[in-house]
């Protein structure tokens, strides 16, 4: 039996564990953390076999379907895209679930814990493994759902409750986009099968979908005097579903508020199981956005905005964990960008932006579960109240260090030598460049590099103020225990190595997807239909190119160490109230005096709810009437019913004769 | 002619009379084995029909016939009867007359499945006879009940009185084609198109057939009879007998009687409206919940006589499809009432109105299954998405729509809306109002019968392909080009 007909139980048996771990977990040691772990790890071994067989044998891609009702079916599909992103997955979360056999060890509700994060585990899974739009869409859901529940996992907790009620709501509006465009999507393949479809014939399936892409590029929609392809709106509404998911500008509000949940539940939201979903589907769907370059202009700019935005206020973050929020976010601005520039490069965009994502799961699982560790052993997420932690954690401090590392982007253009991080932002850069280059639009490149910089003063920022110096407060604590300390370890050497031993190698694996058995899609042509031609590939741009990476994250951790190191700069006079740039970024571009307080306050709900309200009063009336008076009817109707046997009989007889009557009489008028 | 034909209904002679014999020499204590036994018998029965898909035949001189509509609706007497069947077994409890209430419904279902097999009106008419009396006995199983005693009367007075008229109806079409052979009517149908009195025949008919499937004017007795029998006849009447009314009609309008098609279609258009209007009105005031079943039971009729009105292969097998789901839901939102009145009774023998919407009150903390089964029930009564009920409106309105009657699928559809009324009355009163009453134990015959039926209206929401399939090869048999 070839191992591919296995990996229908990738998603099914994290499933299980959930069932399991709902009902039974209350009464296993660890709130039975043991099934979900068991489950995730043998999902973990077949995914990673079958990525290895697809190493080996790129056409074993495995496609499975099954027809679930009319033109829809139920389905999996493991290509190499596929195959690294389940087995990232699979792993980031079993190190997370062993590690939190310790981090929540002290909660009550471990097995609520445990069955929900194992339902996001399989949920996640199952949308990487849908070979379909609508079975995507459903896990799609399904992640929300989850992430609701374990955001607000300590709902008692007011802010923990809110959070997870934004964090629902925020993403719902992408996900509206997402549908919208599913359902354009799909009524358009309607008309171009003519409403008929043949048996056997899929049309919610990527290669189905990608096959149609010519007629669907053809279609044109007049939006405000403008002619806009079909493909383009779709795209882009998919890519809203993105935003939303992935936390892009400006959905990206509910992200640094998940936080209230467990720092566990953080580390798999932003590692592995959901805001990778958004960056996922556009790879997914990535033939379609090559078909319409002026989608990928939009991801391509969102995506570089984000990244700086993000960065800007990663800087001034007081909290552990909303430092690292704001790092995710501004690091899937550049795996959005990495998408975007798509339009120079091509399939490699692919390649380059899941390369990116990849190690951006280790080094900010990473990074959390360090952050984690110390909260844990400490009590507390600010900043202002840690320093000089290292003496107290070494192995927590040194695997955090390396995560920093490779957030910022340390390693020698050219060579092997580099973590993880290096290799993968590096490209982007470097993609930008060429993106620049190829159509004389710089922007994306600028902020790309400025963000760079950025991304390397924050952290270090963060690195210096906790782990080095004098402790501020007296906050005791001890090194963390060793089922959390393996994971951070083996989490480290991904974080340092991974990148440097695959590179090339994994380009050239995911960049396959779009030429297999599967689908075939021929990306330059595709191009061409969207009325512009692919550049060279990465790794021919000048040397001082490729060596501005390297630069501005040495130059980020020059002036953090000065600042917060060695504080030559004495902040306070920047740090304070009175300085507007600072005020600006520390109330985060005022986005809750917009987004809450003016739009959501003052227009939505005191607005448009109370002009609604009115007028769902006068329908409340017109209904409450209608309703009223059919229940009246219903009553004197009841009385027909007098229960004497004369009656029915009688009104059986003159029953019959009436009918006879009125069709005679009918009759005759027809 | 192969005899194997007939083995699910000789299946269910053999276990109808062996439940009845062995009945008269066990004591009542070990009674219970007689339920087993007929669910036994009826599992056979309904995996011997099923086996029998696909095949083709007449038999006895062509008065019966076996093809994909009778097998269908066989396979939904036998659904409704297993479900009756299992829950019984915790309803005749100590019972003396186990042996002849198990003993009744099987043979009152094997009246239904030779109707749904008949190809002769005389077959039919005797057939149909058979369940009528079989039933009229049932509804009053309970004999030292008044209530129990009232239905069985009305509904036996009325049965006569219909029973009279629909033999009229036949001998005027004897009279006027000379043959009671269902094809050779339509073959011989031109004096009834010149003669009024075809029209007579027709409407004779169908206050006879109109009878058992309770359509308005036709339907006085059912509430009365629905509200008075054991639920588990409730069951059996409104899920089973009132789709052999339906299968007969299928086959004396549609194949007998295509030559008055205009006819006909008009009458039922008007039944249909008037039908499904009435019951969805009437049943927004009941307060009874086997009553209020017994009106929506109406409404439910209302729309698949819909089918005869549209008569398209897709209406008809919508109609078809929802006559299957209908056995589900309905037949499980009685026994789920059964076991509420069960539970209700248990506790204090003499209360009245047993089925009051009162003693649903807080059901979802008291009886959790069953309350859930009864919240699936009534949605897909309703038509909510993902039931059964949800896919059978869905084509058969769909089909309403297509062939141009938009008036007739907008008034369904206001009455689905209409009737979401009193369904979701009976979820409010299981899950939102308080009670004060202890968590009691569900029997468990009841709560398998009730996962049987859920299950099965579960499967058909979810995955109604293979259904539609059947009910559309069913459909075949009534117009097999199409009209």
Known sequence: MAIGDLAFLIP?????????????????????????????????????????????????????????????????????????????????????????????????????????????????????????????FISWELVGVCSYLLIGFWYQKPAAATAAKKAFLTTRIGDVMFLAGIVILF???????NGTIPDGVFIMRFDEIFAHIPELAAMNANILGMEVSHITIITLLFFGGAVGKSGQFPLHVWLPDAMEGPTTVSALIHAATMVTAGV??????????????????????????????????????????????????????????????????????????????????????????????VIHAVGTHDMRQLGGVAKVMPITAAT???????????????????????????????????????SGMWIPYVLSIVAALLTSIYIFRLIFMTFFGKPRTDYGGHESHASMTIPLSILALLALFFGGLTSRRFNDFVSETFGNNFVNMNIPELAEMGGYHLAAHVGHEPVLILWMPLIVAVAGLLIAYLIYGLKVVNMDNLVSRN????????????????????????????????????????????????SDVTIETGDSLRQFQTGVIQTYATAVVAGVGLLIVLIKVIMEVI | MDLMLLAPELTLVVTGLAVLLIGLFIPVGSKKILGFLATLGILAALALTVTSLGTEAT???????????????????LVVLLLVSIASIKYTEGSDNTEEFFSLAIFATIGMMFVASANDLMVLFVAFELASLATYALAGFEKNNPRSIEASMKYFMIGSLSAALLLFGISFIYGMTGTTSIPAIAANAGGLVTNPIGIVALVLMLAGFGFKIALVPFHMWAPDTYQGSPSVVSALLAAGSKKMGIVAAFKVFIIALIALQAEWQMVFAILAVVTMTYGNVVALSQTSVKRMLAYSSLAQAGYISMAFVVLTPMALGGGILYALSHGFMKAGAFIATGAVVYMVLSQNKNTENPDHLDNFRGLGRRMPITALSMTIFVFALAGIPLTAGYMSKFILFSSTIQSGLVWLAVIAILNSALSLYYYARVVKYMYFLPTDAERVSEPLPYTIALAVAVIGVLAIGFWPEPFVHWAMEAAKVLIPGGI
């Open chain 1, 187 to 193: 009524s358009d393949l309607f008309k171009i099968f």
């Open chain 1, 12 to 136: 099914l048996l994290p499933a299980l564990a959930f069932v399991l771990t709902f009902f039974l977990g209350k009464k296993l040691p660890n709130g039975g953390a043991i099934i979900p772990i068991a489950a995730i790890a043998t999902s973990f071994v077949i995914s990673l076999l079958i990525t290895l067989n697809l190493l080996q044998n790129p056409g074993e891609v495995i496609t499975q379907s099954y027809s679930w009702f009319a033109m829809f079916n139920l389905g999996i599909l493991v290509d190499p895209l596929a195959a690294v992103m389940l087995t990232m997955v699979t792993f980031v979360s079993l190190l997370i679930h062993i590690y939190s056999v310790g981090y929540m060890s002290h909660d009550r509700s471990q097995s609520r814990y445990f069955a929900e994060t194992a339902l996001f585990t399989a949920s996640m899974l199952s949308l990487i493994l849908s070979d379909n739009i609508l079975q995507l």
């Open chain 1, 280 to 373: 996922y589907l556009v790879a997914r769907t990535f033939p379609m956005f090559i078909a319409a370059p002026d989608t990928l202009l939009v991801v391509a700019y969102l995506g570089a905005f984000t990244a700086i935005f993000a960065a800007t206020m990663g800087i001034v973050m007081n909290d552990l964990k909303r430092v690292l929020a704001y790092s995710t976010i501004s690091q899937l601005g550049y795996m959005m960008l990495g998408l975007g520039i798509g339009a120079a490069i091509g399939a490699e965009a692919v390649g380059m932006s899941i390369f990116h994502l990849i190690n951006h799961a280790f080094f900010k699982a990473l990074l959390f579960l360090c952050a984690g560790s």
């Open chain 1, 579 to 626: 300085n507007p740039v600072y005020k600006l970024l520390y109330n985060r571009y005022y986005q809750n005096a917009i987004f809450t307080d003016f739009i959501s306050v003052k227009i939505i709900y005191e607005g448009f709810a109370f002009a609604v309200r009115s007028i769902d009063r006068g329908f409340d009336w017109v209904v409450n009437w209608i």
């Open chain 2, 59 to 77: 038999m006895f001189d062509e008065t019966l016939s076996i093809d994909a509509l009778s097998q269908f609706f066989k396979i939904v007497f």
């Open chain 1, 400 to 438: 955090m260090i390396i995560a920093a590392l490779s957030l910022a982007g340390f390693g020698i253009p050219g060579t092997i030598f580099g973590t993880s991080g290096f290799f993968s932002k590096d490209a982007i850069i470097e993609g930008a460049y060429l993106f620049g280059e190829s």
